[in-house]
């Protein structure tokens, strides 16, 4: 039974939406939009900004954007922890990524069975999910390991840097590769293909993608059979036919003789560099998982497996790791379980681990089976900016149900929509994408606020905010990746009671809304919580 609570509390989380700068409102989908329900409450409620990028986030500098990950990190814990890149960086510089027991249990193995090292991971500097540098740091260490053979599986980005930039990030390593290679040691990229299109599927939500890059990453094989001389002229090739951007790039092979030069053999070491958990756990179970039964894996070499961090620390995946991941405590999640608070979350497939698994503090597990209920709403499995209202009325159908219910003392949902359809680069479907928010937050508002719910809306990050970019030669091109600004913080309570300190706005973070839910529920936060941003 839930206590009594000052405020019962729905959270809703409008992924991918930032407030942009007046002289940046060219290509800000959000402020295109009809958006009447949004623009209501910014003129009735009281709303301020809040910082969802950089060191409010936990990450290097206030140049690095954020991310879903860590925006869901922050808002599920109050806190604010030193996330993926940071870690690894720290961990690079320092040397203990090198002294650490899986990475000399890797190179011992490699060295051991005469095996090939390979790397696995987004090649571009995007800071999201991976770092080139990091890549290069590890290939230099590994030849003074003795390692003499490496192969590189390279995916290509285009939504955290620009759409058609992998020809550089290609060219960029390839170079990097020249000046290590001698008699002594040998690397190249053996394979690749586009992110959306192999391997980094997420929450189980399309295992053809990562069967297209087992096949082509430990097998050397492509469904056309075909081989390229270089990854430079994979890419080439494969723009000029498909016309794709690089995420959306088909999965290429590199060949010598007839023959690709890199598959994966028995003896070798494989290690995925990408540090970010929730696109990198499904190829960790395909490498690791004795009882697998989401596609025919074919010959299963035995190798090595390792990732730079641990993507999933409840259901500890993978076994090795090279970095040890932030150890999230003191969650909201854990305090108001301590406090007998039932908790309502739901997303669509596309987000759903992010308001479970990271809100959680990087746990697939609740925290409390009886005062938790979770709520998939499966995505549709096509491009989203052909569907950009997503799954917005099925996720506000069952939000609406569980307020009804009067179970919940505290609820969350995610809105999908501002981030996938900002990522495809497609403008229009990101405009419709925010207007099939705004509807489902018409049809919550009066519900929730009848049943005594204080709303709040905000987001992780931005993105459908900054949709264009210049490009290199002066004109003006999609822009795929998440953008710097703050994002919205929006209190809308049924009497009206509740006002925000506006001097915080702008500085105060995402981390801020787990003490401002406990306050509005009564309660006193944690001392180890970022403070409440309530007056």
């Known amino acids: 039974m839930t206590p009594e609570l000052k405020k019962k509390v729905v959270l809703i989380v409008m992924d991918g939406v ?18 009447p329900t949004l623009d209501r409450l910014r003129a009735d409620y009281p709303w301020i900004m809040l910082r969802a990028h950089g060191e409010a986030v936990g990450l290097p500098s206030d140049n690095d954007m954020g991310n879903s990950e860590v925006g869901h990190n922050a808002l599920g814990c109050g806190q604010i922890y030193a ?54 740091a590890l290939l230099k260490e590994a030849k003074k390991e003795g390692i003499s053979r490496v192969f590189l599986h390279a995916l290509l980005d285009g939504r955290d840097v620009p759409p058609t930039s992998g020809g550089e990030y ?11 290679n001698d008699d002594t040691f040998h690397a190249a990229i053996a394979s690749g ?21 087992w096949d082509a990453q430990v097998h050397g094989h492509v469904e056309d059979g075909r081989l390229f001389p270089s990854a430079t002229e994979a890419y080439r090739t494969l723009r000029e036919e498909t016309g794709e951007i690089d995420q959306n790039l088909p999965a290429f092979v590199i060949g010598k003789d007839g023959a690709p030069i890199g598959p994966v053999q028995d003896g070798d070491t494989f290690i995925l560099y990408n540090f970010r958990g929730d696109r990198a756990i499904e190829v960790s179970m395909a490498f690791e998982d004795e009882d697998f039964p989401y596609f025919d894996r074919g010959r299963r070499p035995n190798v090595y497996y390792a990732g730079i961090l641990e993507y999933d620390g409840d259901l500890h995946i993978p076994k090795h790791y090279l970095v040890n991941p932030p150890k999230i405590t003191n969650t909201l999640t854990e305090f108001l379980v301590s406090k007998g608070v039932n908790e309502f979350a739901c997303a669509e497939t596309q987000k759903f681990g ?69 990522h495809t680069g497609n403008f229009r479907a990101a405009e ?48 795929t990746s998440h953008s710097l600004n703050p994002v919205p913080f929006i209190v809308a309570s049924p009497n009206k009671d509740v006002t925000l300190d506006e001097t915080v706005s702008n500085r105060a973070g995402l981390a801020n809304i787990a003490a401002t839910v406990v306050e509005l529920m009564g309660y006193e936060k944690p001392d180890c919580w970022e403070k409440s941003v309530l007056k």
């Not at 290609?170 to 290590?180: A, G, K, N, P, V």
């Not at 293909?193 to 890059?213: C, E, H, L, N, S």
């Open 18 to 35: 930032g407030i942009s700068p007046i002289d940046k409102e060219a290509g800000d989908a959000f402020k295109a939009a009809n958006t």
């Open 83 to 136: 996330q993926g890149a940071k870690l690894v960086n720290q961990s690079i510089a320092d040397g203990s990524l090198y002294t650490s027991k899986t990475w000399q249990e890797a190179m011992a193995f490699a060295k051991e069975h005469n095996g090939t090292l390979h790397f696995l991971g987004l090649l571009s500097d995007g800071n999201v999910h991976a770092n080139i540098a990091h890549l290069k």
């Open 170 to 180: 290609i060219t960029s390593m390839e170079s990097y590769l020249d000046t290590l």
């Open 193 to 213: 293909g586009g992110r959306m299109i192999i391997t980094m599927d997420r929450y189980k939500a399309d295992w053809d993608m990562v069967k297209r890059g």
């Open 354 to 422: 992010h308001v479970t698994y990271f809100w959680n503090g990087n746990n697939s597990e609740k925290v409390s089976e009886a005062l938790e209920t979770w709520q998939e709403v499966p995505s549709d499995n096509v491009p989203f900016d052909q569907r950009p209202w997503m799954k917005s009325a099925e996720v506000t159908d069952a939000l609406l149900a569980a307020i009804r219910s009067d179970r919940y003392g505290f609820l969350r949902i995610n809105y999908a929509n501002g981030d996938m359809v900002g």
């Open 432 to 479: 419709i994408a925010m207007e099939a928010v705004d509807l489902g937050l018409s049809r919550i508002l009066p519900v929730a606020l009848e049943n005594g719910y204080t709303v709040l809306i905000t987001a992780d990050h931005g993105n459908s905010d900054d949709m264009l970019q210049k490009n290199k030669a002066g004109g003006v091109e999609p822009k």
